[in-house]
């Protein structure tokens, strides 16, 4: 999972990055981009929220499927100085 916020705490902008990341990301899908809607997102990145922050949350299988394009998003989170999560995570209390 890629986290909508940077190391030292400040939320990424722009607010629309995950949506944008993942629009990217849609036509990596199994069984290739044959035949799918231009508007769906690929089930191994998908944008979501998790503990009010927005975040992608990237399934392992696109690395196993499509080294490359995991790489991008990787690299991506890497460059934007973005926190990342692995594995299930239960979102922090936001009390």
Known sequence: ??????????????SDWAERLAGVMSSF??????GIS????????????????KCVVVHEDLRDSEPMA???????????????????HDPPDKR
């Open 1 to 14: 999972m890629i986290l909508g916020q940077t190391q030292d705490g400040r939320d990424f902008r722009p």
């Open 29 to 34: 899908r199994p069984g290739g981009s044959v």
């Open 38 to 53: 231009p508007i769906s997102y690929s089930p191994w990145c998908l944008p979501n929220v998790w503990g009010g922050t």
């Open 70 to 88: 995991w790489d991008f998003v990787m690299n991506f989170a890497r460059d934007n100085g973005l926190k990342t999560l692995q594995g299930p």
